[in-house]
């Protein structure tokens, strides 16, 4: 069965601004956002943990927001300025543990699909 289903990716020019959906069939200790680009390295863009302050990499800081709609069972990763580098497959994550580290990849059980961002003009 799907535990999580990313929605909201596509094309975009540099500058523009992108909503990510990743909708959940149960509650988890923490969440969060990943990108993957060809040729690089999983990287954690923005994670949360319960109540606690959500978590950003630098590399997004003050362009990402992260947020959770636990009544809907709804993550969502706002993306404003985007930059060509922004360019990657996103996916969501989440974990049955408690986890200090939002955004390090080991803490997370279960995947989504992916959903594709190109920032391009």
């Known amino acids: 069965q799907v535990r999580l289903m990313e929605s909201g990716g596509g094309s975009v020019q540099p500058g523009g601004s992108l909503k990510l959906a990743c909708e959940y069939r149960y509650s988890y200790y923490v969440m969060a956002w990943f990108r993957e680009a060809p040729g690089k390295e999983r990287e954690g863009v923005a994670g949360?943990?319960?109540?606690?302050?959500?978590g950003y990499s630098d590399s997004v800081k003050g362009r990402v927001t992260i947020s959770n709609d636990d009544a809907n069972r709804t993550l969502y990763l706002q993306m404003n300025a985007l930059k060509a580098e922004d360019s990657a497959m996103y996916y969501c994550?989440?974990?049955?543990?408690?986890?200090?580290?939002?955004?390090?990849?080991?803490?997370?059980?279960?995947w989504g699909q992916g959903t594709q961002v190109t920032v391009s003009s």
């Open positions: 949360i943990n319960g109540d606690s302050r959500p």
């Open positions: 994550a989440a974990g049955i543990h408690w986890s200090d580290r939002p955004l390090d990849a080991r803490g997370y059980n279960f």
